[in-house]
């Protein structure tokens, strides 16, 4: 688990294709205090396993799911990621739980700035926007945000200068695709209200029940 609150930015060093998968090298510094193998790290907001690490740089394997569902297989040398640990139990929760399980992809439409801080709007599938809600929490490329805006094919949040010096999100390009991860409280919701209503309807002991089987 994570917080979305963004450690440290990354710089990928290489990329390693295979057919489907990728075995991504990363350059990076905070992240690797007491590493170890098998350590969890949110990279771009989707949490991958370290395999290898030394005193700059760690190495994760991509699968293929990974691949198609975000957008670490546009990754390149060179480019930048966010980071960041998993939560230690005891830590402040100052973002949300964030599981670094990618939803899906949206793609960035524009930026407008207000004041000290910078509207950013999103445009994604109706499958995710379904379960985004106004001062809701989204996870961005691993960023914890809150939604301001939501309508049927975009969403909005508000960028605040510490997040846009800290975070890759306003380095991004109009069109560029960045990974959402959704506030997993409303799946929970929804799975459970699916499994209520298709569940069998069972008849209580009543007078009718005792009747119909010779009771009374």
């Known amino acids: 688990m994570f917080t979305g609150l963004i450690e440290e930015i990354g710089i990928v060093r290489s990329v390693v294709k295979g057919v489907k998968s990728a075995k991504i090298v990363i350059g990076a510094s905070k992240v690797l205090d007491n ?33 198609r ?32 399980h990618i939803d899906g992809t949206g793609s960035l439409i524009k930026y407008e700035k207000e004041d000290n801080a910078v509207w950013v709007t999103i445009k994604a599938s109706p499958e995710i926007l379904k379960y985004i809600v106004q001062k809701g929490s989204i996870a961005i490329d691993g960023i914890s945000l809150t939604v301001a805006s939501v309508d049927d094919s975009f969403f909005q949040v508000s960028i605040i200068p510490h997040t846009k010096d800290v975070t890759t999100l306003l380095r991004k390009k109009v069109g560029d695709s960045l990974n959402l991860e959704c506030d997993m409280l409303g799946k929970y919701i929804e799975k459970l209200l699916l499994n209520r209503e ?11 029940f005792l009747s119909e089987h010779g009771f009374v």
């Open 69 to 100: 569902r975000s957008n670490l297989h546009l990754l390149n040398p060179g480019d930048e990621v966010n980071l960041e640990r998993a939560l230690k139990v005891g830590d402040r929760l100052g973002g949300h739980i964030v599981s670094g």
């Open 35 to 67: 590493m170890k193998l098998g350590d969890s790290i949110s990279t771009n907001g989707v949490c991958l396993t370290v395999t290898q690490y030394s005193s700059n740089t760690f190495c994760v394997d991509v699968m293929a799911e990974t691949m």
């Open 198 to 208: 298709q569940a069998p309807t069972t008849q209580g002991i009543n007078m009718n």
